[in-house]
């Protein structure tokens, strides 16, 4: 496939309905998953200690870190506490969303 070819394709999915909901929620799982393994790593925790801290599979605490789930509210609680921190969901003003 050319690049042209693979430009008009991916020209045509951001144009459908939903593309940038799902572009956004992409977005989100990958940041909120980023912060959860920065956490993790500045307090020198394995995969397996926070997956025991907090109750999860290793495999499921990766899939969220690299981006791979949407987490749920309760997940995120969950993870928050096992990190000893806290966790703030709110509205705001403008582009900020957390």
């Known amino acids: 496939m050319s690049e042209r070819d693979w430009s008009a394709l991916r020209d045509r999915r951001a144009a459908a309905p ?13 940041e909120l998953g980023r912060g959860v393994r920065e956490l993790r790593e500045s307090r020198g925790w394995s995969l397996a200690q ?24 309760l997940v995120l609680v969950r993870l928050a506490r096992a990190l000893d921190t806290s966790l703030a969901v709110q509205f705001q003003d403008g582009d900020a969303v957390l």
């Open 18 to 30: 939903g593309a940038a909901d799902a572009y956004e929620a992409a977005r989100l799982a990958a």
């Open 50 to 73: 926070l997956s025991q801290v907090a109750g999860m599979t290793p495999s499921a605490i990766a899939r969220f870190e690299t981006g791979g789930t949407m987490p749920t509210l």
